[in-house]
């Protein structure tokens, strides 16, 4: 564990962090949404070749034809190159961002939970700067290979398959792309993990971030769901920058982990509070009146007893006259 004045100095030095890359953050997260938007909106204007225009060679009975339905988009590719390349030049400044970002993230989630995977680093380094390297070499390779196309002979399928996947720099490009990304997934997943274990992110900045991990490479939903990686950078700009609506979590104040409480012990604080308060209503609260039963009992005892005042017992002066009139009644008789 470490010591106080160790924690003081650790807690220092990650609020001088987060004030230096709380700009980058939120800059990273505007860059990776306008790249994605120049090469969206300049791969949209390219010619597509629909089922029936790719069949119609081999419907006509043209094995290999000289001319691919496919040549127009390697040569609307090529020529719109320049596009293409500035957009992945700015999609790598912001994953630049991003990797600058996980690694704080993951160097405070580590001094408060010292368990944390300790692999998700070297992912993150390596992963995350080969990503943005790969993603602008790939735009290059292929602007290579497709101008080459554009100003050679042959213009057949095999030609437009090695331009645009079969080529050797493609296909290395395309490798180095798809293990970077495993590699910066892999980090990405295991620190937010760990960074909500130990409670640096709200829950759902936290879940945000593993969903982005994925969205970063997979083309799921095209420039759409591009939006949610960038998104998420600009909410962690505005958590290091100290803007947070809510306020920072505890545990970048405290220096040690402050988990967030699981949904079983939030039932069972809410349940804790709701039976105190009870309590205390009910110590408050004025006595409650007499049950049925008992206003029935009441009630009998209130009737018998006016009975008994209807019927008075006779004093003795009342028998005395009672008995001279008996008396009298004999004697007229006789």
């Known amino acids: ?52 225009q790719g069949l119609k060679p081999a419907v006509s009975g043209v094995a290999n034809p000289a001319v691919s339905p496919r040549a ?19 999609t790598a400044i912001g994953l630049a961002a991003l990797t600058l970002v996980l ?23 390596l992963g995350g700067t080969l990503l943005a390297v790969v993603t602008i070499l790939h735009q290059v390779v292929t602007a290579v290979e497709t101008h080459k196309f554009a100003v050679g002979q042959l213009h057949d399928t095999h030609a437009v398959e090695q331009a645009l996947t ?17 590699a910066l997934a892999a980090g990405m997943i295991a620190t937010m993990l760990n960074a909500l274990r130990v409670g640096l992110l709200p829950r759902w900045v936290g879940f945000l971030g593993m969903f982005s991990a994925i969205l970063i490479f997979l ?9 949610i990686p960038a998104f998420w950078m600009v909410a962690v700009g505005i958590l290091l920058a100290g803007k947070w609506s809510s306020g920072d979590p505890p545990a970048w104040a405290a220096g040690e982990a402050r988990p967030w409480p699981t949904a079983a012990e939030r039932r ?61 009644k004999r004697g007229g008789r006789a």
């Open 166 to 182: 079969k080529a050797t720099p493609i296909v290395i490009a395309g490798t180095l792309g798809l293990v970077s990304w495993l």
């Open 219 to 227: 083309p799921l939903g095209g420039a759409l769901l591009e939006v």
């Open 103 to 125: 690694l704080f993230l993951l160097d405070a989630t580590r001094f408060r939970r010292p368990e944390t995977w300790a692999a998700a680093r070297p992912l993150l380094l």
């Open 1 to 52: 564990m470490p010591s106080a004045g160790e924690i003081r100095a650790q807690v220092a030095r990650e609020l001088e962090r987060r004030q230096r890359l709380a700009v980058p953050a939120l800059a990273g997260g505007v860059l990776y949404l306008l790249g994605t938007i120049i090469l969206a909106s300049t791969s949209k204007g390219a010619p597509t070749v629909g089922l029936l």
């Open 268 to 328: 069972g604080a809410a349940q804790r509070g709701r039976d105190g308060s009870g309590k205390e209503a009910a110590a408050d609260a004025v006595p409650a009146g007499p049950t049925k039963a008992e206003r029935r009992a009441a009630e009998a005892e209130a009737r018998a007893g006016s009975r008994d005042e209807a019927v008075p017992e006779p004093t003795p002066a009342t028998g005395s006259a009672t008995a001279r009139r008996r008396r009298r």
């Open 72 to 90: 127009a988009e390697v040569k609307y590719i090529s020529h719109h190159a320049f596009g293409l390349i500035a957009g992945s030049i700015v």
